[in-house]
């Protein structure tokens, strides 16, 4: 099952803009990654493309295609290695670039197993509980009101992404939301490292008071030192590493020293199902959580749920809110209902992708 071709689309969507943080909205821009194998088979997945998809297209062309074309698909742990070595030699591609390349060669090695992808990879649990996470909103009112949806759907928590202009406007947010949401509810606040170690201590000593779940991403998640002590000083669990890039390795301090009480990692961002299933077993083994993060794209979020399922220290899959803005380029519906996420028994990824709408984004293929 030799690798004979990587076809790589650069697309843009077409339909509804996405202010993720504020301001002005934007159409998303993603890549689709295509393997194709000298024995017929093909696996498909879409990638994170930040502001550039058609820069991310280009860059994985010049990079990645020389380097895994030729290559056995089945050798997963060699490819993820030697990337590794090359990357560091002369690419340096962005950490985002390798993630779909990984995924679709976990879903050739489900799929000749006649297997779904979770079951593959061990296969823990058929079922994941489920939260939602807010995007940047406009008010504290906003927030409330969104809270009391999400419970209404049926979801197991609800994560706030505060907009960070000013400490206490973010604490009244947290505040309206615990109000809205009643006591018992699993609230999270992932605030993006906006603030000064102060704020971020004051910030935690009031979700405590609150009754938070964890914060997350208080401040940088390069920044160990203080990181470290603020994770001494509060009881609230702080939870980073999501964008530091090289999974495991540049995770390895920050659960050895406790720089965080839990790590986050996802398909996307941490060099796919590889890096995922490498910094879940590094954090399992400190008896520390690896809460995996959310993909944006829902292609991704369900390779990141049938990793969610295969391990045993992620406590809920994460899905962005409202589900449907985000319901790009999966023929049909994460299979999320009633706040559960229900594994998909089909070998591989266990659904198809939408080509009608991959065919309709696609702005270049390179």
Known sequence: MRIAALDIRACRTTGE??????????????????????????ASMLGFAGRSALGSAHLAAASLRPFVVGRDAREREGLWRDWRRADRWWHHLPIYSYGPLDCCLWILAAEAADQPLWRYLGG??????????????????????EVRAVQAAGFRGYKIHPPGRDLAEDIAIHRAVRAAAGDD?????????????????????????????????????????????????????????????????????????????AVRADVSWSGGVTGVL??????????????????????????????????????????????????IGLAGALPVEGGIARLPEGAGLGMELDWDFIEEATIATV
Not at 17 to 42: I, M, P, Q, S
Not at 301 to 316: F, P, R, W, Y
Request: proline share 5%.
């Open 124 to 145: 823990a649990r058929g079922e994941v509980p489920t939260y939602a996470s807010s995007l940047v909103l406009e008010s504290a009112e906003a927030y409330a009101d």
């Open 17 to 42: 803009a996405v202010a993720l943080k504020g301001g002005a909205a934007d159409a998303l821009e993603f890549v689709v990654y295509t393997l194709r194998t000298d024995c017929g088979r093909a």
């Open 278 to 327: 490498k910094t879940a077993a590094l954090a399992e083994a400190f008896h520390m959580n690896c809460e995996l993060h959310s993909t944006i794209f829902h292609p991704l979020e369900l390779v990141n749920l049938h990793c969610a399922a295969a391990v045993t220290n992620c406590g809920m899959f994460e899905v962005l809110w409202p589900m449907e803005r985000f319901a």
């Open 185 to 261: 509810f699993a609230l999270m606040s992932d605030p993006v490292q906006p603030y000064t170690f102060d704020q971020a201590l004051r910030l935690g000593r009031a979700l405590e008071e609150m009754g938070y779940l964890w914060l997350e991403e208080p401040l940088p998640d390069e920044n160990f030192a203080a990181l470290r002590e603020l994770t001494r000083q509060l009881d609230i669990p702080v939870v980073g590493c999501e964008v530091l890039a090289k999974h495991p390795w540049s995770v390895a301090e920050c659960v050895a020293t406790r720089v965080v009480d």
